[in-house]
């Protein structure tokens, strides 16, 4: 599951500026008095949910294996979370979403009605069954670790979703390779 934490370069997730920091935690910037802050995950994800509402977008660093190769999951690469309308919501649509007491990112793989059907590129099996009023924003852009902003919505990325989609069968094998090649 790709876990999201804010875009800070201070350094990697488990040492940020010199703060060791605990999964269950993550770091604010409080631009007011130039610190950071320890903040339970909740409460920064009840911000972003906050500030999605107010029509505001949001950018976060995402640690995890459950969107590779798509996203690298090593907190190098920055998601732009945006609002969204109920008809923006279709297959392929990268979504920031609440599940089970977590905020997850991942792909939509279907939708009927208001129920999503849900799964990370990374994921093999496991898929996640939501509603939309429990999305919280949609992946527009995807700011890559060379800092170029990628468009989530262009025509090549829906090229590489269905032509990944379509590769179920053999994603467990590919998945392997590409783990054993990146490490």
């Known amino acids: 599951m790709t876990r999201c934490h804010p875009a800070l370069d201070a350094g990697s997730p ?7 920091v605990k999964p269950a935690m993550t770091v604010s910037l409080i631009i007011d008095n130039y610190f950071m802050k320890l903040i339970p995950n909740n409460a ?4 972003i949910e906050q500030m999605l509402s107010e029509g505001n977008n949001v950018e976060c660093r995402c640690f995890g294996r459950s969107m590779q190769p798509y996203l690298r999951g090593d907190g190098s690469e ?3 979370a945006s609002p969204f309308t109920p008809e923006e919501l279709i297959p392929g649509a990268i979504v920031l979403f609440r599940y089970r007491g977590k905020h997850i990112c991942h792909r939509i793989v279907s939708r009927n009605g208001e129920n999503l059907l849900i799964q990370g590129d990374g994921v093999v099996k496991n898929r996640e069954q939501i509603t939309v009023s429990e999305v919280m924003g949609i992946v527009r852009t995807i700011i890559r670790r060379n800092q170029k902003p990628v468009s989530t919505q262009t ?10 989609l379509r590769l179920s069968p053999l994603r467990r094998y590919l998945l392997k390779i590409y783990r054993m090649v990146r490490n």
Do not use: D, M, S, T
Not at 14 to 20: A, P, Q, S, Y
Not at 44 to 47: D, I, L, Q, R, S
């Open 78 to 80: 920055v998601i732009v």
């Open 14 to 20: 488990e040492n940020v500026g010199g703060l060791r």
């Open 44 to 47: 920064f994800f009840e911000n």
């Open 155 to 164: 025509k090549a990325a829906q090229r590489y979703w269905h032509c990944w």
